[in-house]
């Protein structure tokens, strides 16, 4: 059974860098048709996608976060992790990782976040 | 970018109730859509993805419908486990979005 668990510091201070890492266990992060996603959720309220690292190595990044965000992989290790930078109290969110599965249904590919870490608080905060 | 918009926000209903959720998309994203349930504290859940295909393990009370821009999510008979927020999401493109989100209590 594949599970992800964030890491980092809880507290930032504004205009620093946000920096998370999410490790996987249970699975490789090298194999398998799977992007490994970022998604934050500000305190009471929805969910936003930040981005996503194949194992290729190749990334997409939501175009409003595009100029302060990194998603690197670590093979090595069997972790992705996150860089956010020039942080302000906008950024205060709970962050998952989160699993990005394709499945294949008559021909089509549907993705789906079947599996997540179970958060962390982040609080930009001086 | 295409945006998602879920109605209503909020909801009340009695159990056995039956519940819809509507979400519409910006622009056609043919059946490229997720349902996700959100109980209080824990993290999202697939429910339905190609608008209609149920995740398995879900119960059959939950039902997905739609194509274009007009999708909806179903409660057959609504039961005191539902108690959640349910988000729908488009994937046919990056990046990819959420609607706002609709948070489903017992009356």
């Known amino acids: 059974q594949v599970q992800l668990q964030e890491s980092g510091p809880g507290l930032v201070r504004p205009s620093q860098t946000l920096s998370l890492t999410c490790t996987v266990s249970?699975?490789?992060?090298?194999?398998?048709?799977?992007?490994w996603t970022w998604i934050r959720q500000p305190p009471g309220k929805g969910l936003e996608w930040i981005g996503y690292?194949?194992?290729?190595?190749?990334?997409y990044y939501k175009p409003s976060l595009n100029s302060r965000v990194t998603i690197s992989l670590d093979t090595s290790k069997n972790q992705f992790s996150l860089r956010l930078t020039s942080v302000t109290a906008a950024d205060t969110a709970v962050y998952y990782c989160?699993?990005?599965?394709?499945?294949?249904?008559?021909?089509?590919?549907?993705?789906?976040?079947?599996?997540w870490g179970q958060g962390i608080l982040v609080t930009v905060s001086s | 970018d295409i945006q998602m918009t879920q109605s209503p926000s909020s909801l009340s209903a009695s159990v056995g109730d039956r519940v819809t959720i509507t979400c519409r998309a910006s622009?056609?994203?043919?059946?490229?859509l997720a349902w996700y349930q959100q109980k209080p504290g824990t993290v999202p859940k697939v429910l339905i993805y190609?608008?209609?295909t149920l995740q398995s393990g879900v119960p059959s009370r939950f039902s997905g419908s739609g194509s274009g821009t007009d999708f909806a999510l179903t409660i057959s008979s609504l039961q005191p486990e539902d108690v959640a927020t349910y988000y729908c999401?488009?994937?046919?493109?990056?990046?990819?979005?959420f609607g706002q989100g609709t948070k489903v209590e017992i009356k």
């Open positions: 190609a608008a209609s």
């Open positions: 249970g699975g490789s992060i090298s194999s398998g048709d799977y992007y």
């Open positions: 989160a699993r990005d599965t394709i499945i294949m249904l008559r021909g089509v590919n549907h993705p789906t976040f079947d599996h």
């Open positions: 999401e488009k994937y046919n493109s990056a990046p990819r979005t």
């Open positions: 622009q056609g994203i043919g059946n490229s």
């Open positions: 690292i194949y194992h290729s190595g190749s990334t």
